[in-house]
């Protein structure tokens, strides 16, 4: 059940247009700043931040798709037969300043895992973490360079992120657990 609605449509874009700023701006413009979405609401979140970036920089930076479903330490209590949505990433990470793209950052454990699968793909020059809901209750030691908008939330409620691509709509919700 719904309990609040977070970011609409407009809210969401606006905090992607942030995002795509700070990200220029950090790197000192996007040589060798490459982004890779993890799969399955990051990659769209991703696109779209390239998107502005293009738009910003004139330039096209690399992009690229991660799943990090074999990396993850939960994954005997997924399922028997877990979906695999795949990796592509179509470029050297070698030397590159890879940001990491995701819709929500909780625990760290998605972070952990999709740093350990890059990591079996090349050395990047240096990781950044992008997300667009930071909502707390980190388990690990990791932090967001980018964030869309730190929401406050207990650890019986799921925040909800939904993009046109895959949901039909853009908008983040707090729900009951």
């Given at each position: 059940m719904e309990k609040a609605l977070i970011m609409?449509?407009?809210?969401?874009?606006?905090?992607?247009?942030?995002?795509a700023h700070e990200i220029v701006e950090?790197?000192?413009?996007?040589?060798?700043?490459?982004?890779?979405?993890?799969?399955r609401r990051g990659v769209p979140l991703a696109k779209r931040?390239?998107?502005?970036?293009?738009?910003?920089?004139?330039v096209k930076v690399p992009l690229g798709?991660?799943?990090?479903?074999?990396y993850r330490d939960d994954l005997s209590l997924l399922a028997a037969h877990?979906?695999?949505?795949?990796?592509d990433i179509g470029f050297q990470?070698?030397?590159?300043?890879?940001?990491?793209?995701?819709?929500?950052?909780?625990t760290g454990r998605t972070v952990r895992a999709a740093i350990e699968c890059l990591f079996d793909l090349g050395r990047?020059?240096?990781?950044?973490?992008?997300?667009?809901?930071?909502?707390?209750?980190?388990e690990l030691p990791f932090r967001p360079d980018y964030v869309g908008k730190?929401?406050?939330?207990?650890?019986?409620?799921?925040?909800?992120?939904?993009?046109?691509?895959?949901?039909?709509i853009d908008k983040v919700t707090i729900n009951e657990g």
């Open positions: 609409d449509k407009d809210a969401m874009n606006r905090a992607l247009t942030r995002i950090k790197n000192k413009g996007v040589e060798d700043v490459a982004l890779i979405g993890i799969q931040i390239a998107q502005k970036i293009e738009e910003i920089e004139n798709v991660l799943d990090i479903t074999f877990p979906v695999i949505n795949g990796t990470i070698e030397g590159k300043k890879i940001v990491l793209v995701d819709d929500v950052i909780y990047p020059q240096m990781v950044q973490l992008a997300v667009l809901i930071d909502r707390g209750h980190r730190n929401i406050p939330t207990s650890k019986s409620e799921v925040v909800s992120v939904q993009v046109v691509e895959i949901d039909s």
